[in-house]
C-alpha cells in the first residue's frame, strides 16, 4: 500500500503543477459561488421560540441558495414568535397542553423569512404548559 501512495505522490510532484492546483481550486469556488445563486427547494429545520417555548419545525423552503444556505446553517435566525401571532386551542383531551394552527404558524414563520418562501411545514409538536399557567388565563 505504501507503493500505491508514494506512486500518487510522485505524479503529482512530477505532473502536477501547483498553479495547476490553485487554479482548479479557484475554478470550482466560482462555479459553486455562481450555482448559490440559482432557486432552489429544500428541507429546514426552524427553531422557533412561541413566548419562551421553544421547539423545531421542519419547513420545505424556496428561495436562492445563498439565503437557503444562511438559513439552513443558521447565520440567519429570527423566529421568536408570540402567541398573538399564532391560532392555538387547548387540546380536547388535555386541558395542560396547546394546539397550534398548522396553517397560522406557517404564515408566521413566512413572515419572519421574507427572503425565502415557505411551501410547507412539517410536523408540529404540541406544547405543554403549567397548571399554573392555565388557571392565570
Known amino acids: 500500500m505504501s507503493k500505491f501512495f508514494k506512486a ?6 512530477n505532473s502536477v503543477s501547483p498553479i495547476f492546483m490553485l487554479l482548479l481550486f479557484a475554478s470550482f469556488v466560482l462555479w459553486y ?6 432557486n432552489y427547494t429544500t428541507y429546514i429545520p426552524v427553531r422557533v421560540n412561541l413566548d419562551g417555548y421553544k421547539f423545531k419545525v421542519e419547513c420545505t423552503a ?3 441558495g445563498s439565503d437557503l444556505m444562511a438559513h439552513r446553517f443558521h447565520m440567519v435566525d429570527r423566529t421568536k414568535l408570540t402567541f398573538s401571532r399564532v391560532t ?15 396553517s397560522s404558524l406557517m404564515n ?11 411551501i410547507s411545514i412539517g410536523i ?3 406544547i405543554r404548559i403549567d397548571q399554573q399557567e392555565v388557571v392565570d388565563e
Open 108 to 118: 408566521a414563520i413566512a413572515t419572519t423569512y421574507p427572503d425565502i418562501r415557505i
Open 33 to 38: 459561488i455562481t450555482k448559490l445563486d440559482y
Open 124 to 126: 408540529i409538536p404540541n
Open 62 to 64: 424556496e428561495g436562492r
Open 88 to 102: 392555538h386551542a387547548p387540546m380536547v383531551t388535555d386541558s395542560c397542553e396547546i394546539v397550534l394552527s398548522p
Open 8 to 13: 500518487i505522490d510522485n505524479f503529482f510532484r
